[in-house]
């Protein structure tokens, strides 16, 4: 580097240290009143004085007076004695009327379907009884007039042989 070059950058570098420096007087300055400022802000503060009214309390002091009152008349009342019931209960306490109409009319209704069905049932039993007893003296009926037909045209011992055999299913019957 050349001499000439050298004495520009130590001219820009003593130019630069200068403003520098001159800032920080500056700043230092500015410091110096933002703390007197403080210092002053701290000073009123320090000789401010709130004053509170005094609370006005007379209201919660009667609440408490009332409520030690009422609490030294139940303790003087004492708590009766617990009675203890047993009782067996088919329904709630509430609504007693409308659990008995709605359990006894379903209890009722279904009893009376249940005897209706019961008796058509019988009914039905005995025209079944009374169907095969038809049936059957349909077929009595058919045999007895087989057994006419063949009286009718069988000769003499044929016809006691026949009367003989029906006195003795007759006989085995009874």
Do not use: C
């Amino acid at each position: 580097m050349d001499e000439q070059s050298v004495v520009t950058v130590l001219k820009e570098m003593l130019g630069q240290d200068i403003k520098t420096q001159q800032f920080m007087e500056t700043e230092k300055e500015a410091l110096q009143k933002r703390d007197m400022l403080l210092e002053q802000i701290a000073q009123r503060v320090e000789n401010l004085k709130v004053v509170a009214p005094k609370p006005d309390l007379s209201e919660v002091i009667t609440a408490i007076n009332n409520g030690y009152e009422k609490i030294a008349a139940a303790i003087e009342k004492r708590p009766k004695p617990i009675e203890r019931f047993w009782r067996i209960y088919l329904f709630p306490e509430n609504n007693v009327r409308e659990y008995y109409r709605m359990v006894f009319g379903r209890l009722f209704f279904w009893t009376l379907i249940f005897t209706v069905v019961i008796y058509i049932g019988g009914f039905i039993d005995k025209g079944i009884d009374a169907y095969q007893a038809n049936q059957y003296n349909k077929e009595g009926n058919a045999s007895i007039a087989a057994w006419n037909e063949i009286y009718a045209q069988a000769g003499k011992s044929q016809r006691e042989k026949m009367t003989n055999a029906l006195t003795k299913a007759k006989h085995d019957q009874q």
